[in-house]
Nanobody
């Protein structure tokens, strides 16, 4: 299983950006998939996730209402649409997955497969 994150870049505060996670080696819409982020000097934190079997999405408090996670079956891709971006959203964004599960966890240690990350920079 390989996950490849892309779509990061530089955006002004208040702007929008969509990052993508393309999954190969296994059907992307099984198990669970999540986005995490890691800012300089900080630990990796949960952003948003989806449990395919339950068709449920999950968001951190800071992402709720601004970010949306969604999937594209045709392209084996999961997106994270980020709106109303703030400078504190600056981080490397990673996608992660775990298969053969019907539950969901926000703990980064629960996920088995990780992509390399894509840098999002929000200028003030």
């Amino acid at each position: 299983v390989q996950l490849q994150a892309s779509g990061g870049g530089l955006v002004q505060a208040g702007g929008s950006l969509r990052v993508s996670c393309t999954v190969s080696g296994r059907a992307f819409n099984s198990g669970a998939l999540a986005w995490f982020r890691q800012a300089p000097g900080k630990s990796r934190e949960f952003v948003a996730g989806i449990n395919w079997s339950a068709a449920s999405t999950y968001y951190s408090d800071f992402a709720q209402g601004r970010f949306t996670i969604s999937g594209d079956n045709a392209n084996n891709t999961v997106y994270l649409q980020m709106n109303s971006l703030k400078p504190e959203d600056t981080a490397v964004y990673y996608c992660a997955s775990k298969y053969s599960t019907t539950v969901f966890s926000r703990d980064r240690n629960w996920f088995r497969h990780w992509g390399r990350g894509t840098l999002v920079t929000v200028s003030s």
